[in-house]
Nanobody
Framework: QVQLVESGGGLVQAGGSLRLSCAAS????????MAWFRQAPGKEREFVAH???????NYADSVKGRFTIFRDNAKNTVYLQMDSLKAEDTALYYC?????????WGQGTQVTVSS
């Protein structure tokens, strides 16, 4: 059984920072592609960042230079460090783990950026 639990969302002013956490059970985060997605009201869910089993990272153009994805294997947790936040970053943020048949998803954590 795969379980992904996001935390760390909240309300922050533009220019501020948040760190999101994704605590995983049912497998080591170092053994899977781990990703963050987000979905704003009225918009499609969009890719934000991922880290592969080999440690390779990738980012959406909209967050490059501002967000960082990393993992702590001892805690079996993946993080998304979000700096220089903008109002357009407001969304429900989801952690996801790659599988042979798409992604397994967490429940999401809300990030709201005030301007």
């Amino acid at each position: 059984q795969v379980q992904l639990v996001e935390s760390g969302g909240g309300l922050v002013q533009a220019g501020g920072s948040l760190r999101l956490s994704c605590a995983a059970s049912g497998g080591a985060v170092s053994s899977y592609l781990m990703a963050w997605f987000r979905q704003a009201p009225g918009k499609e869910r969009e890719f934000v960042a991922h880290i592969s089993d080999s440690g390779t990272t990738n980012y959406a153009d909209s967050v490059k230079g501002r967000f960082t994805i990393f993992r702590d294997n001892a805690k079996n947790t993946v993080y998304l460090q979000m700096d220089s936040l903008k109002a357009e970053d407001t969304a429900l943020y989801y952690c996801a783990r790659g599988s042979g048949r798409g992604y397994n998803w967490g429940q999401g954590t809300q990030v709201t950026v005030s301007s």
